[in-house]
T-cell receptor, first 112, second 112 residues
Framework: DADVTQTPRNRITKTGKRIMLECSQT?????MYWYRQDPGLGLQLIYY???????NKGEISDGYSVSRQAQAKFSLSLESAIPNQTALYFC???????????FGEGSRLTVL | GENVEQHPSTLSVQEGDSAVIKCTYS??????FPWYKQELGKRPQLIID???NVGEKKDQRIAVTLNKTAKHFSLHITETQPEDSAVYFC???????????WGAGTKLIIKP
């Protein structure tokens, strides 16, 4: 089945370290997104990309950067991780908007 | 900024009874309103969505109603079953890119 795959699924790191979360998809969608989920806050959009040459900031982009390496790959980086970036991160894809978002299984990041 | 308020944060209902979750949005230009279900430890998945040119949409035991004048929309689940236990998120689109603003989520508990 076509899917959205995130790696790593779990990561524990220390303050100040650089972290990369990777996302790949086999759905053939052009649009890809990175969301952050915190308990009681729902989902917040970090960055989104509508094609390889298009990158857009979301609501909470400070402290994060992204790279769209190919139509199927979209990675999220934390250049210098801090404890309040501890959260569950989801990658998602969609066809032309507005429409269904297909989420990956999530990457749980803990920053000590 | 734009926001979506979702109530209640927790809802406990007897199996077989109905459940209603309500969301209010602030952007009068919003025209797409999805609902996602997230089971414990799983990824969010779309269960139903509605566009602004429609007042109500049904899919078996699930229905969504939209009141554009009042800027609120609701999810209705009838004949609740144990597998309906999950966190439900509403969202509303903003801007020409249909970026989604999410509610904080409702934890639905189905009591046997």
């Amino acid at each position: 089945d076509a899917d959205v795959t995130q790696t790593p699924r779990n990561r524990i790191t220390k303050t100040g370290k650089r972290i990369m979360l990777e996302c790949s998809q086999t759905k053939g969608h052009d649009r890809m997104y990175w969301y952050r989920q915190d308990p009681g806050l729902g989902l917040q959009l970090i960055y989104y990309s509508f094609d390889v040459k298009d990158i857009n900031k979301g609501e909470i982009s400070d402290g994060y950067s992204v790279s769209r390496q190919a139509q199927a790959k979209f990675s999220l980086s934390l250049e210098s991780a801090i404890p309040n970036q501890t959260a569950l991160y989801f990658c998602a894809t969609s066809d032309s908007g507005p429409g269904e978002l297909f989420f990956g299984e999530g990457s749980r990041l803990t920053v000590l | 900024g734009e926001n979506v308020e979702q109530h209640p944060s927790t809802l406990s209902v007897q199996e077989g009874d109905s459940a209603v979750i309500k969301c209010t949005y602030s952007d009068s230009a919003s025209n797409y309103f999805p609902w996602y279900k997230q089971e414990l430890g799983k990824r969010p998945q779309l269960i139903i969505d509605i566009r602004s040119n429609v007042g109500e949409k049904k899919d078996q035991r699930i229905a969504v109603t939209l009141n554009k004048t009042a800027k609120h929309f609701s999810l209705h689940i009838t004949e609740t079953q144990p597998e309906d236990s999950a966190v439900y998120f509403c969202a509303a689109s903003i801007g020409s890119n249909y970026q989604l603003i999410w509610g904080a989520g409702t934890k639905l508990i189905i009591k046997p």
